[in-house]
């Protein structure tokens, strides 16, 4: 099996504080902590009140466009949440990657999900044998989180769920790798999701003695009491690289190498990490990616932020980075610090911040820190916790990092990423330069932006997202929207936003999302399983393929009437 990197060309989330990849950075940058207070939960187990004070929570995870995606209710209420949140948010990752879902179908599209733990599974059990229908068996199964969206958008390549505890989201981003190395896929989607649902998960974590009670993580710092409960989901969609940049695709950042191990009896104790699994998962990555460790500027740590688990992460990477051949300390940082730990999403949500790390040139601050933990030398191990925001300047070559995530059954990964390359320049449908931030070049007097959803109500929705975005990003060329929106999947309540330059464009959708049709909007409702009609405008009248006529006159159809 011969190696090639692998793009990232699409990124998607669900974390505490932030519903996409951009809000998300926002959070890092702003080094935001997003943990929310909550009150002491009733444990089921054993009748203890939780101790746990503050957790990283995701908005109404419940919350599902069944729908959308063909779902009844009633078996939409049987399907572990799980499994609603990975649906939508495949969905908005293919999107957001101009790649519409109905091109997939029937290809060698792998899906790799990590995800531990079966919290509504036991909540539906515990509630009553009432609450069992046909439905649960696949509704309740893990499996299902992946098998599911492969059945709802027709995807053939390899679908399956990985546990490995708390790395396996990043496991699963290896494997999907893997398979994409090995032509298994074209392309694949990898990530993790996790939720907290039931307060009994809670117990098992304390009783281990692994949560924090003060309710802050404190990774690598002297106050270092445990790791404070997230929740969420997060995806990349991964491709060759050559095949990437032939397509145009848009690249996030270069997953250079990758290597998974286990601890085996090398810690001495099931559930303490082992350092040097940890130097040999490591090294192994950097072996595949064929980089020498003082080519790494940063690692997203495992970060933790417990008394025993810091220490070891710290000595296994001085035993690696501490070098006469590295220029710098390594930066180390942890996302838990923002948005708490998110079990089996912990590794891709650590992914996703260094992958938007190494895209903006920036190193976010890690939070909460102070002075390093008694049992950490960071000087001696060649080590700096990255505290406040800072650029990331190389000189020579791309910007580098590695990902660490481990479970606590010993299954380790480590990821290796790049700066992306530079884009290739294209010309897009031919309509010459794009003016950044409005404006419309060569020529071009005006142009269209087309969006469509399944409801009268979601497409006002759709527009009034789609204001946001824009108005997030001031240097979206129009054209550059206009093009992305017409590679999008259609559906059958339509429109178009006509304008000659950006402030025309967004007041259009601005008047869509409200409901006030303009000048400047088309809106309209496609006819859905329709006969074929033939259309002959220099003589008035349409014949269906009988040869009966059918339509008269066309003139007079109003523009807001007609389909779009």
């Known amino acids: 099996m011969g190696h090639e990197d692998i793009a990232i060309i699409g990124l998607g989330c669900r974390f505490p504080g932030a519903e996409s990849p951009a809000q998300f950075w926002e959070v890092l940058r702003t080094g935001s902590d997003v943990l929310v207070d909550v009150a002491g939960q009733q444990g089921i187990a054993d009748n203890e009140v939780a101790r746990t004070t503050r957790q990283g929570l995701i908005t109404a995870p419940a919350d599902f466009d069944a729908d959308f995606f063909d779902v009844s209710p009633r078996e939409a209420q049987s399907m572990d949440p799980r499994q609603r949140v990975m649906l939508e948010l495949s969905w908005e990752l293919l999107e957001s990657s101009v790649c519409a879902p109905e091109r997939l179908v029937g290809q060698n599209v792998g899906v790799f999900i990590g995800a531990m733990n079966d919290d ?61 190395q ?6 694949a989607i990898a990530g993790g999701v996790h939720l907290n649902l039931a307060p009994d998960t809670e117990m098992f974590e304390q009783k281990l003695g692994a949560l924090s009670r003060s309710g802050r993580p404190y990774v690598f710092d002297e106050r270092a009491d445990g790791y404070v409960r997230g929740e969420g989901a997060g995806v990349v969609l991964l491709k060759p690289i050559r095949a990437a940049i032939a397509d145009g695709d848009r690249i996030h950042a270069v997953i250079r190498g990758s290597a998974i191990n286990n601890a085996g009896r090398s810690a001495g104790e099931f559930t ?39 220490p070891i992460e710290a000595q296994a990477l001085g035993t690696i ?22 079990g089996a999403a912990a590794g891709i949500a650590g992914l996703l911040k260094t ?42 070559r791309p910007r580098r990092a590695g990902v660490s995530s481990f479970g606590i059954s010993g299954t ?11 884009p290739v320049g294209v010309s897009v449908g031919g309509v010459g330069s794009v003016v950044q931030g409005g404006g419309v070049g060569g020529g071009l007097p005006v142009v269209p932006w087309v969006v469509s959803a399944k409801s009268a109500g979601a497409l006002a ?34 429109a178009v936003v006509v304008g000659a330059d950006r402030g025309q464009l967004v007041a259009g959708l601005r008047d869509l999302a409200r409901g006030d049709l303009g000048v400047d909007v088309v ?14 405008p220099r003589s008035g009248f349409a014949v269906d393929r009988h040869g009966h006529t059918v339509v008269g006159y066309l003139a007079g159809v109003r523009r807001a009437d007609a389909s779009v």
């Open 321 to 342: 980075f501490k070098s006469p051949a590295r220029e710098h300390t390594l930066a180390v940082g942890s996302v838990k610090t923002n948005i708490g730990h998110l």
């Open 523 to 536: 809106q309209g409702r496609a006819r859905v399983g329709g006969k074929t009609v033939m259309v002959f």
């Open 355 to 396: 992958a938007l790390s190494l895209e903006h040139g920036l190193i976010p601050p890690s939070l909460n820190y102070a002075t390093a933990h008694p049992g950490i030398d960071l000087r001696a191990g060649g080590l700096e916790v990255v505290d406040t925001l800072r650029p990331w300047v190389v000189s020579g």
């Open 182 to 187: 090995s032509s298994e896929s074209m392309i």
């Open 461 to 494: 929705a759709q527009a009034g997202r789609l204001v946001q975005h824009v108005d997030g990003d001031g240097g979206l060329g129009v054209v550059d929207v206009g093009w992305s929106l017409t590679e999008r999947s259609v559906f059958e309540h339509r």
């Open 412 to 422: 380790n990964a480590h990821v290796i990423l790049e700066q992306a390359p530079e």
């Open 120 to 180: 509504y599974a036991y909540i539906t059990v515990r509630n009553g044998l009432d609450r069992i229908n046909h439905h649960s068996m696949v509704g309740l199964s893990r499996a299902s989180i992946a098998n599911r969206i492969s059945f709802a958008l027709g995807l053939h390549g390899p679908s399956v769920v990985i546990d490995s505890a708390q790395s396996s989201s990043l496991v699963a981003v290896h494997m999907a790798c893997q398979s994409l």
């Open 272 to 310: 303490v990490p082992s350092a040097a699994a940890q130097v040999e998962v490591i090294r192994r990555a950097h072996q595949q990616a064929h980089i020498d460790s003082a080519g790494i500027d940063y690692v997203e740590l495992h970060g933790t932020g417990t008394r025993v688990g810091d």
